[in-house]
């Protein structure tokens, strides 16, 4: 504004100076978008040179003014760019709409921080939990990893029997007999087919673990699991505490499940 403090509107235009001598050099952008109460054309041109880390960092400027059509090219340069996606996530001033858009496309994780990050109300969390879910669904991924076998009925006739313990879900683990692990997890955690299997292709290492305690299972037990058969990235894995015990509370891994309905 013109009005902008006499002292600090004598240092801006200094700066202008510089930047009207031909256009501002591009290791020199990461700078400026840390600069303090960055005005909204500053930021957008910033965006526009399309410089991940000149992006990332003006994302992580709480002062910087960013307007909502500037918010869209960034939301659509993040969709292909995954190291825009956290800086993204983390922005202080994120519209409804944005959230919205941004559950969308980044990853399970990335939701989780955005809903414990911001204050928002139980029905929206519900909402932005819904998109994830839904694109899970869509993702078909899983469907490569589990080849049709008998194992299903196997799972199911020894759960009649009252013989579905730990060490016939490890027998199977090791068997590689991911349909009747799966099987296994459905019944003895109360959860149908189809949310098992989107908890274990969503490659959370938090959500199958949370599963396996659902289900009764040791840590040990989700361990072979979040490996085995849900490829969990190697960052994300959950390990056990003191060797054998969950690292989280009850509390906690409910939270997890509820992102899937449970």
């Known amino acids: 504004g013109v009005g902008g403090g006499g002292?600090?509107?004598?240092?801006?235009?200094?700066?202008?100076g510089g930047g009207g001598g031909g256009g501002v050099a591009i290791g020199?952008?990461?700078?400026?978008?840390?600069?303090?109460?960055?005005?909204?054309?500053?930021?957008?041109?910033?965006?526009?040179?399309?410089?991940?880390?000149?992006i990332?960092?003006?994302?992580?400027?709480?002062?910087?003014?960013?307007?909502?059509?500037?918010?869209?090219?960034?939301?659509?340069?993040?969709?292909?760019?995954?190291?825009?996606?956290?800086?993204?996530?983390m922005r202080l001033d994120l519209s409804l709409r944005a959230m919205r858009r941004i559950a969308g496309f980044v990853a399970y994780s990335l939701v989780e921080r955005l809903v414990e990050k911001n204050d928002l109300s139980p029905a929206f969390e519900t909402e932005l939990k819904e998109i994830v879910r839904n694109r899970i669904?869509?993702?078909?991924?899983f469907s490569a990893l589990v080849k049709p076998d008998p194992g299903p009925e196997q799972a199911a006739l020894l759960w009649q029997q009252g013989r579905l313990d730990e060490e016939?879900?490890?027998?199977?683990?090791?068997?590689r007999k991911n349909a009747f692990v799966l099987k296994g997890?459905?019944?003895?955690?109360?959860?149908?087919?189809?949310?098992?299997?989107?908890?274990v292709s969503s490659?959370?290492?938090?959500?199958?673990t949370a599963l396996c305690w659902k289900a009764g299972l040791s840590m040990r037990f989700a361990f072979k699991v979040e490996t085995g058969i849900a490829h969990v990235p190697r960052k994300d894995i959950v390990n056990?505490?003191?060797?054998?015990?969950?690292?989280?509370?009850?509390?906690?891994?409910?939270?997890?499940?509820?992102?899937?309905?449970?």
Do not use: H
């Open 28 to 54: 020199a952008l990461p700078a400026i978008a840390r600069r303090t109460e960055l005005a909204a054309d500053i930021s957008d041109a910033i965006v526009s040179s399309l410089e991940v880390p000149a």
């Open 240 to 262: 056990a505490r003191n060797g054998i015990e969950f690292p989280f509370s009850e509390d906690e891994m409910a939270w997890q499940l509820s992102f899937f309905g449970g």
């Open 7 to 16: 002292g600090g509107g004598g240092g801006g235009g200094g700066g202008g």
């Open 203 to 208: 490659r959370n290492g938090k959500a199958v």
């Open 168 to 175: 016939a879900m490890n027998d199977a683990l090791d068997g």
């Open 137 to 141: 669904e869509e993702t078909e991924e």
């Open 185 to 199: 997890l459905s019944l003895m955690s109360g959860f149908d087919d189809k949310t098992v299997k989107k908890i």
């Open 56 to 89: 990332a960092a003006l994302l992580a400027n709480p002062s910087a003014k960013i307007r909502e059509e500037t918010l869209d090219k960034i939301m659509d340069q993040a969709e292909e760019m995954e190291s825009l996606q956290e800086p993204l996530v």
